[in-house]
């Protein structure tokens, strides 16, 4: 009895010391991305059946997508040159009953709706490991992977803008503005795969790390605001631009509105 109880006891330290605390789970996320495993990709579209309704043209609805959420102005090639937007940083949260390491990533970009051959984008990652937080800022030009900005502290509540612009369909930067501290950063890009200026978005994403999407966080409202795209006559705004809901495992997650001045982005999910 003696014997069977001690080893117990040691079966159960044992069992404690393999799960990682909520610090080390978060310090595991941050060396793959220190590896440059995380990855933005192009939306990936859930097909629904169209109802009878929507066959007769009586209603709108959203597209829905595994990755994405958020609006989308899609046009004619060589459109679209310029995207910005700003928002507050939410503190992001596990979803119920979750456990672990959970993310999401707010940003703006040209392209990876309708043309899914390059991306420009920037952004501010969102990880919550129990009780610890973090946030990153970050420029991608996919189908490279993102890349960290340093010289940039983000914390919750922060007012971010975040703008990209194509100088060339090869060019551009990509700059984000953190009004809550004053620093702003930039990155200049040139010789990158072709865009094709189809698309303006502003997103929040479950992105791509280590090869398949993360557990996504809960953000509660990533809401844009000063929303812009420049075209090559002038700018126009979100207002009528295609929304898109994010859906996981047959259940939407999300609750997305638009209009000229903004586009908000809801958390609906456990």
């Known amino acids: ?9 040691v079966l159960l330290a044992t069992a404690a010391f393999a799960i990682p605390t909520s610090k080390e789970r978060l310090a595991e996320r941050v060396a793959r991305r220190a590896a440059r495993s995380h990855l933005t990709q192009p939306k990936q579209l859930v097909v629904r059946p169209v109802t009878e309704e929507q066959a007769a043209g ?3 609805h ?8 958020g609006a989308v102005l899609v046009a004619g090639a060589n459109t679209f040159k310029s995207v910005t937007g700003t928002f507050t940083v939410p503190t992001p949260r596990e979803p119920s009953g979750g456990s672990g390491t959970h993310s999401a990533s707010a940003w703006v970009g040209i392209d990876g709706d309708t043309c899914g051959n390059a991306i420009l984008q920037t952004g501010i990652d969102f990880t919550v490991s ?6 990153d800022a970050w420029f991608e030009w996919f189908p490279d992977f993102a890349h960290d900005f340093t010289g940039i502290t983000v914390r919750p ?6 703008s990209v612009t194509a100088t060339s369909l090869t060019g551009g930067t990509a700059t984000i503005v953190n009004h809550s501290t004053g620093q702003t950063v930039s990155h200049t890009f040139s010789g ?10 502003w997103i929040v994403e479950d992105f791509s790390e ?20 420049g075209t090559s006559s002038g700018t126009t705004t979100p207002a009528g631009a295609t929304i898109i809901d994010m859906e996981q495992n047959g259940r939407v997650l999300t609750s997305v509105s638009s209009s000229s001045s903004s586009v908000t982005v809801s958390y609906t999910g456990p």
């Open 1 to 9: 009895m003696f014997g069977a109880a001690l080893f117990l006891q």
């Open 58 to 60: 009586n209603t709108t």
């Open 62 to 69: 959203p597209e829905f997508s595994s990755n994405w959420s």
């Open 130 to 135: 129990g009780s610890s937080t973090s946030f």
């Open 157 to 162: 509540g922060n007012s971010i803008t975040v």
């Open 192 to 201: 990158q795969p072709a865009l094709c200026q189809e698309n303006a978005e």
């Open 210 to 229: 280590g090869g398949g999407l993360v557990p996504l966080a809960n953000w509660g409202t990533v809401t844009f605001t000063g929303v812009s795209a």
